[in-house]
């Protein structure tokens, strides 16, 4: 007698769509894969009670034969991969298991009519079992009703999620995939609720269409190429983020994956201009040979392995750091809800403006240049002078903090403590790098006990914490022994807390900034204290001399909290006030 | 209780007593001093309850009894009464007011029982040694500069007390360090001291003994028990917790076999040091000595404000070497060296390095370069 049988094909179809088809949201974004895959040019998702009692996708693309109906529900069977070459893959999908899988624990039902073709066919199937297909009537594309989903595996119904948690899971899948295909058209109700309505549209009107209407006014551009490796798709400024990481989307190839290098990659990219708590929002394309990527990881394909992915992470780090640098000389642009907020601040100027005593006329030598002030901005008027600097000429300083200037097309407002505190800020830095890291060897060199796989993350950033200024080795099994650290923070640091902190930041997100973050935060501290405060008078020669430091120093947009350190209004934006536009 | 004072006499133990309570407090009756009136005596104690302070003082005892009062305010009070007035302290029926009377002013304190107020001194301690007044403020200066802040290593938060044997002599060591440098300092081991075990006396500790040893008569008797140490003169008594922990052994850290030796005059180096750390960046501080022959170069850069060289004379067997600093540590050390000579013991640009005053081998000094 043996006791080693073959399971029957519906259990392993059963055990298959619980790796594959975890949740709803996972039937939903195989099927709206398919139909992405088939060339649709526009997707309807239909849900009742989040997909758990019905859920329907309907597109128009190519749809299938009576022959491929027949095919399509048994196991490995698809239109995809056509060179059987798994290291080569350029379909969404590919294994041909999402159809079968879904068969399996559900009542499913395919409605489909191929391209140029006069006759539409049906095929059902419940809980796996397949019945026969007959005629049906569809226009071109094809219609897949799922009933009942995980009805034939009851212990997977239990544990889903609330209908409200599993439709927040399938509005995320659903617009991961809207923002790699912005051409197709995407709609999606719940019961009998529009949940969205995608119009074919531009990348970066979907990408507002998803993440928010400010996020167009307020994203750079990311272009890069290097070794084959292109990499497009737009992030936002420094002065708008968000607490969470949630708005941060990677796409390969054009599906979309998680990867915890992005988080890490983008804090490094934005370490400067974002405080530690605000999170960029980011949609980034990588796009790339498919030899290069290996796609096959994980059952719902939302992870990948690259070949290098040192290449990826510079390529993302530097694109965006150009991004950042390219930005920050030009200035942040208000935000349309800051225009109303702007209005009301302007009511009230006049009032303060008579109260202002300073203002008073002082008889000092420098007052002959403040007075200029004004005679300047006659001229302006009478449009003689085009001042050409991009942050243009001050005209004046008011409340002793803000310095306006007039650029070719408005005005700027500048903070000038923050940006000033920027500008020492930068100076320290480059200070700092030039003077070389010193380090202060320890007398007693302090031995940190860590798990042996920290330890081993962490040696293998050795070199690089070497040129930050920590040295420290492996001290046998599970332990790390340091024996120099940074001279700037020799008498401030807690060597212990330090290397294990750096051991999570390792672990989750594979980099070692902390060091540098510190001494950052440090060199911050002390350019804070040694810039210009507000309510500091500047006259017009000190004003001008900060803006031209501004707009030669890189990320002077913003202070060193993330804060912008100007606000440019345009002269339209000043018409629209006064509503001459 | 009802006394009467002289304001001096009461003014001067009030400083003593009321600089131990901390400015804020989570235990309101921490906030007080502890006044005791009995023959003839008014004792004043003050505790954070790791350290207490008391001192007595004569006074004109009426009726005898005991109270706490909230000690700055009473401190500040007695501080703005007229030199040479008389105060008379009056416990209000009822024991919840305190009033304080001296000439025309009069005040009246809130007050706590003293059944609540903390006991710390009452324990039994079995070594007593007597020190030199002098001796113990050396002890205490040459080695507190180099005590730890961080509060991680809770241990080095303080300066080592124990008895050593310095070449077969017994000695009394103090030594402090913070990981970066290490001060030590000895004398011969007082009378009473051989079965002493190694203390840590605590920063705060150290900070108040050093006050009082200015005003000390000649001798302060030590007391210490497992976990406490006494300090006693005159009509003071200091307790204080000891740090409960394990002083590293320090003995490891000095270097045994650095065998370049070069010897400068303390002023100059130190005055040398000054000037050309003003250059150095103002967080690392560091500067270079470069020792060749006779001459040792000390030289300062910081691409923001410049650079900075000198030459000073040095008497050097033959020493050629690099070797970098914080010029704070450095001249943390140097300030502790009175005689005409200075002498740095070297090995290499990455080893610590010994420094002693030539004439004065009870003090030594470690510090460890910087790597530039």
């Known amino acids: ?581 | 209780m009802k006394l009467t004072i002289d304001r001096a006499d009461l003014m001067r133990a009030l400083s003593h007593v009321q600089s131990v309570v901390e400015r804020r407090n989570t235990i309101p009756i921490l906030a007080n001093v502890r006044m005791d009136a009995e023959n003839g005596m008014l004792t004043l104690t003050a505790t954070d309850m790791d350290l207490e302070m008391k001192e007595s003082v004569a006074a004109d005892v009426q009726t005898e009894g005991a109270i706490t009062a909230p000690a700055h305010t009473f401190h500040d009070i007695v501080r703005k009464l007229p030199d040479d007035s008389k105060v008379d302290l009056t416990l209000e029926p009822g024991g919840s007011m305190m009033t304080v009377t001296a000439g025309r002013s009069q005040f009246k304190l809130s007050c706590l029982p003293v059944s609540d107020f903390p006991e710390l001194g009452s324990t039994d301690m079995e070594i007593t040694l007597a020190i030199p007044a002098n001796d113990l403020r050396e002890l205490i200066d040459r080695t507190r500069f180099a005590m730890s802040n961080d509060e991680t290593r809770y241990y080095l938060n303080g300066i080592y007390f124990h008895a050593a044997d310095a070449n077969g002599v017994a000695v009394l060591r103090a030594v402090a360090t913070d990981g970066h440098r290490l001060a030590q300092f000895e004398m011969p081991l007082p009378e009473g001291g051989v079965d002493m075990p190694g203390v840590i006396i605590p920063r705060k500790a150290v900070a108040e003994i050093r006050k009082l040893v200015e005003e000390a008569a000649d001798t302060i008797s030590i007391q210490l028990s497992e976990n406490k140490i006494r300090f006693e003169f005159d009509h003071i008594v200091m307790t204080s917790k000891l740090i409960d922990g394990t002083f590293p052994d320090y003995q490891k850290v000095i270097p045994q076999g650095n065998d370049k030796i070069v010897e400068i005059d303390p002023k100059i180096f130190t005055s040398a040091i000054d000037r050309v750390s003003t250059i150095s960046n103002e967080k690392t501080r560091a500067v270079k000595l470069a020792i060749n022959g006779g001459t040792m170069t000390l030289s300062a850069q910081s691409p923001d404000a410049g650079s900075a060289t000198e030459d000073i004379e040095i008497s050097n067997d033959n020493t050629d070497l690099e070797i970098g600093f914080n010029s704070r540590y450095l001249l943390d050390i140097t300030a502790q060296i009175e005689s005409d000579g200075c002498r740095l013991t070297l090995a290499d640009a990455g080893g610590p390095t010994i420094i002693q005053d030539t004439s004065d081998s009870s003090s030594l000094y470690v510090l460890m370069p910087l790597r530039v």
Not at chain 1, 82 to 95: K, T, V, W
Not at chain 1, 549 to 563: A, F, K, V
């Open chain 1, 1 to 581: 007698m043996t006791i080693i049988r073959q399971l029957p094909d519906n259990l392993v179809n059963q055990i298959a769509a619980g790796e594959v088809i975890e949740n709803p949201a996972a039937a939903i974004k195989e099927l709206v894969e398919n139909s992405i895959d088939a060339g649709a040019g526009c997707i309807s998702v239909t849900l009742r009670q989040a997909g758990k009692s019905l859920m329907v996708i309907e597109d128009d693309g190519i749809g299938m034969s009576s022959d491929d109906l027949k095919l399509c529900l048994s196991r490995h069977a698809t239109s995809k991969m056509l060179d059987d070459d798994l290291l080569n893959i350029g379909s969404l999908g590919f294994r041909g298991e999402a159809l079968p899988s879904i068969a399996s624990v559900s009542r499913l039902e395919i409605q489909s009519r191929a391209q140029g073709e006069g006759d539409a066919w049906i095929i059902t199937a419940k809980a796996g079992a397949i019945a026969d297909i007959s005629p049906s009537s569809i226009r071109q594309g094809t219609r897949i009703t799922v009933k009942d989903l995980f009805y034939a595996t009851p212990a997977r119904l239990k544990f889903l999620k609330s209908d409200q948690a599993e439709m927040m899971i399938i509005k995320e899948t659903l617009n991961r995939l809207a923002m790699a295909y912005p051409d197709i058209e995407m709609r999606c109700e719940h019961d009998d609720k529009k949940t969205f309505h995608y119009r074919s549209e531009t990348l970066l009107e979907r990408i507002s269409s998803v993440m928010g209407r400010d996020f167009q006014s307020n994203a750079m551009p990311i272009e890069s190429e290097v070794e084959g490796v292109r990499l497009s798709g737009f992030a936002s400024l420094p002065t708008y983020s968000r607490g969470n990481a949630r708005a941060q989307y990677l796409f390969v190839n054009g599906r979309p994956v998680k990867d915890k290098l992005l988080m890490g990659v983008l804090r490094g990219a934005y370490m400067d201009v974002l405080p530690r708590d605000r999170y960029p929002l980011v949609a980034l394309f990588v796009d790339l040979e498919q030899t290069e990527v290996d796609v096959n990881v994980h059952p719902a394909k939302s992870e990948v392995r690259f070949k290098k992915p040192m290449i990826i992470r510079n390529l993302i780090f530097h694109g965006i750091q150009n991004a950042l640098r390219e930005h920050a000389k030009t200035s942040a642009g208000l935000l349309p809800n800051q225009t109303v907020h702007f209005q009301t601040k302007i009511a009230q100027a006049p009032k303060v403006n008579y109260a202002l005593p300073e203002m008073d006329f002082k008889p000092q030598a420098r007052i002959a240049e403040e007075t200029q002030i004004f005679p300047i901005v006659d001229e302006v008027e009478s449009n003689d002078i085009t001042p050409d600097y991009p942050l243009g000429s001050a005209l004046a300083q008011f409340h002793e903090n803000y310095i306006v200037s007039q650029t070719k097309d408005g005005i700027v407002i500048v903070d000038q403590h923050a940006a000033h505190e920027r500008l020492v800020y930068e100076r320290m830095k480059d200070n700092y790098a030039q003077s070389g890291v010193k380090k202060q060897i320890l007398l007693v060199p302090e031995i940190v006990n860590l798990s042996q796989d920290h330890v081993l993350m962490i040696l293998e950033h050795q070199s690089l914490l070497n040129d930050v200024g920590v040295v420290l080795e492996a001290f046998g099994e599970g332990a790390i022994i340091v024996r120099e650290v940074p001279a700037i923070l020799a008498d401030r640091l807690n060597i212990q807390d330090m290397i294990k902190n750096l051991a999570d930041e390792v672990e989750d997100i594979g980099t070692v900034d902390r060091v540098t973050e510190k001494i950052n935060y440090l060199l911050a501290t002390m350019a804070c204290h040694g810039s210009v405060r507000s309510g500091r008078r500047l006259n017009q020669s000190e004003m001008n001399e900060l803006l031209r430091q501004m707009e030669e120093t890189p990320l002077s947009g913003q202070c060193n909290h993330g804060r912008p350190t100007m606000i440019s209004l345009s002269l339209d934006d000043v018409e629209k006030l006064f509503k001459r536009r």
